[in-house]
T-cell receptor, first 116, second 112 residues
Framework: NAGVTQTPKFQVLKTGQSMTLQCAQD?????MSWYRQDPGMGLRLIHY???????DQGEVPNGYNVSRSTTEDFPLRLLSAAPSQTSVYFC???????????????FGPGTRLTVT | GQNIDQPTEMTATEGAIVQINCTYQ??????LFWYQQHAGEAPTFLSY????GLEEKGRFSSFLSRSKGYSYLLLKELQMKDSASYLC?????????????FGKGNQVVVIP
């Protein structure tokens, strides 16, 4: 199993450009999520999904869109990049229990994004 | 929010024991996770507590007191490879039992 994969590993964008960060998992997990990690801020939840066709906002959703057309894939789109979106982005997945509870999350290797 | 608090950094000697604390405030607590994150890498899962008490996993143990809103991670027989950031994360039933809120992490530096 590859686990959770993310592409690209590094990206530099100019202000106003758009791009999609890719995330895929091969563990058949229902739950997938996107976090950003900034120095001194910890991991903050951007968007998450509890299954194909279902997405919801996390703590810091502004400027980002997601979709979940398959169980495996959960891309994150930056609509118009801003310097404040310079960060490390992690995708994660988890199985869910009968009450919708998530268990340990498996993280992808991260995408280091710089917006100039 | 969940108001998760962790001290920021500590230094310890190889072979020693270190305790990393995490306090939280939420009315919807439903589980606490500990993750390890080496510099430049992704977090990896260490342990999970949902009931009060101690969970032991080799050199790592995690303790939870729900009444005190408190957890700690105990690292025994420290090795150089344990130098990392340790993150606690709280699962909150107010958000459907699936979202995690992470603390800012505690950086542990192991010295010879």
């Amino acid at each position: 199993n590859a686990g959770v994969t993310q592409t690209p590993k590094f990206q530099v964008l100019k202000t106003g450009q758009s791009m999609t960060l890719q995330c895929a998992q091969d563990m058949n997990h229902e739950y997938m999520s996107w976090y950003r990690q900034d120095p001194g801020m910890g991991l903050r939840l951007i968007h998450y999904s509890v299954g194909a066709g279902i997405t919801d906002q996390g703590e810091v959703p502004n400027g980002y869109n997601v979709s979940r057309s398959t169980t495996e894939d959960f891309p994150l789109r930056l609509l118009s990049a801003a310097p404040s979106q310079t960060s490390v982005y992690f995708c994660a997945s988890s199985r869910q229990g009968p009450l919708g509870e998530t268990y340990e999350q498996y993280f992808g290797p991260g995408t280091r994004l710089t917006v100039t | 929010g969940q108001n998760i608090d962790q001290p920021t950094e500590m230094t310890a000697t190889e072979g020693a024991i270190v305790q990393i604390n995490c306090t939280y405030q939420t009315s919807g607590f439903n589980g606490l996770f500990w993750y390890q994150q080496h510099a430049g890498e992704a977090p990896t899962f260490l342990s999970y507590n949902v009931l009060d008490g101690l969970e032991e996993k080799g050199r790592f143990s995690s303790f939870l007191s729900r009444s005190k809103g408190y957890s700690y991670l105990l690292l025994k027989e420290l090795q150089m490879k344990d130098s990392a950031s340790y993150l606690c994360a709280v699962r909150d039933r107010r958000y459907g039992n699936n979202r995690l809120a992470f603390g800012k992490g505690n950086q542990v530096v192991v010295i010879p």
